[in-house]
């Protein structure tokens, strides 16, 4: 049929905002909705053969040796660790710098989450920190590859190994960045690691049109414990041998992630594209310091978050963009270690004082694949007119 979807959706492109899925979805449309027309034909809604598919293209893509997917990127988090056998009690080394879902499962465990603060330059953990906090207890890390680069994986696993620590990657920002070791050595974010957790969320860099996740490992043995956890804890239809959870992709999500899979690289690229453009109009501004790339990781700017001069009024900033049209977002402005829910684990302000700092400072601007050069020079046109001290 020459028109499979009646209705017709209008661009917004006049409009920014923070991400723009319908102005991205119009361009792969027909692809999409053919996509879409074969599952419901199929009436394969879940597990059909399309997951497969994507979960094979996906570890080609990343060079992983497996590729589970699941419900959610907070799933694969929680996922992960119960494959790893991690026990109540345990403790897992993370950042307090962070989306809530990373910590949450830790607690959700029964796990203690312990933190080492964060690298002002490129918000991710401080690597440096991490030995000074390990314990007999201690079982794994959980380094969070913020805003789009990855965390010092090399010294990481380094540590890992001398002290025998499971490494959880949250990629969950992060998908297509690459890490380079100091031999010339180059992995995907989420594949350094025993295990990489990801999330499909649709506003994230590979995203699809509702809830999805997935874990990655080189490791054959853990992949099916994760298979089976996920499935309820069944390795045979009908026996349980462990107690499990239900998280999965549905067919839907994983033919629409099937088809924007081809295009992550692009996507990618149109992001850095207008990171750079940002960081030329605005690198001179004295009340602003623009995010900066770690050597060893690309950025895939999943998120493009300066810094402001501490003496501005964030919210006065945030209100004049508003006013001119131009969405803005603080993420996060309170770290994890502060959230009210997190006060059972006994953490005080000034424990982490770069995290804490970055919260009060933080301001991500619109970030996507559609964004244009005008958009980009009005943002910041803006955005030099508001900083008023
Ligand atoms: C989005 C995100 C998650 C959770 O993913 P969901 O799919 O929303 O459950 C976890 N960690 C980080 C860092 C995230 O950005």
């Known amino acids: ?73 907070t799933d694969a988090l929680q996922i992960a660790m119960m494959a790893l056998g991690l026990q109540p009690g345990d403790e897992v080394i993370t950042t307090p710098f962070t989306f809530i879902a990373t910590v949450e499962v830790v607690a959700l465990l029964g796990l203690k989450p312990v933190f080492v603060d964060v690298i002002p330059g490129t918000f991710n953990m401080d690597v440096s920190q991490i030995e000074r906090v390990i314990t007999p207890r201690t079982k794994a890390i959980v380094p969070v590859h913020l805003f789009g680069q990855c965390t010092d994986m090399e010294p990481l696993m380094d540590i890992a190994q001398r002290h025998h620590l499971y490494v959880i990657e949250d990629a969950c920002q992060a998908i297509g960045a690459e890490y380079t070791f100091s031999d010339g050595r180059k992995c995907k974010a989420g594949t350094i690691g025993h295990v990489g957790c990801t999330s499909f969320f649709p506003s994230k860099n590979l995203g699809c049109y509702g809830d999805g996740g997935a874990l990655f490992t080189n490791d054959d043995e853990l992949a099916t414990r994760i298979r089976g956890i996920a499935n309820h804890g069944s390795f045979v239809k009908y026996h349980h041998d462990l107690i499990g959870v239900n998280s999965r992709l549905d067919s839907f999500q994983a033919a629409i992630l099937n088809v924007k899979l081809k295009y992550l690289d692009n996507y990618i690229a149109s992001r850095q594209r207008a990171a750079k453009l940002y960081h030329f109009l605005l690198c001179d501004v004295a009340e602003i310091k623009p995010p900066v790339t770690a050597a060893q990781s690309t950025h895939v700017f999943h998120q493009y978050t300066l810094k402001l001069d501490e003496r501005l009024n964030r919210s006065d900033v945030q209100e004049k963009l508003k006013a001119a049209g131009i969405p803005s977002m603080v993420y996060y402005p309170v770290p994890i270690h502060l959230q009210k829910a997190f006060a059972p684990f006994g953490y005080h302000a000034g424990d982490f004082p770069v995290a804490e700092k970055l919260s009060r400072t933080v301001l991500s601007l619109p970030m996507h694949t559609e964004l244009t050069k005008d958009q980009q020079i009005h943002i910041t046109k803006t955005l030099k007119q508001s900083l008023v001290i």
């Open 1 to 73: 049929m020459a028109y499979f979807c009646k209705f017709k959706i209008k661009p917004m492109s006049q409009q920014i905002q923070m991400v723009d899925l319908r102005g991205q979805y119009l361009k792969i449309k027909d692809e999409i909705d053919e996509a879409m027309a074969q599952v419901l034909s199929s009436t394969a809604f879940i597990n059909g053969p399309i997951v497969k598919e994507f979960q094979q293209n996906l570890s080609e893509y990343l060079h992983v040796g497996h590729v589970i997917t699941c419900g959610n990127g």
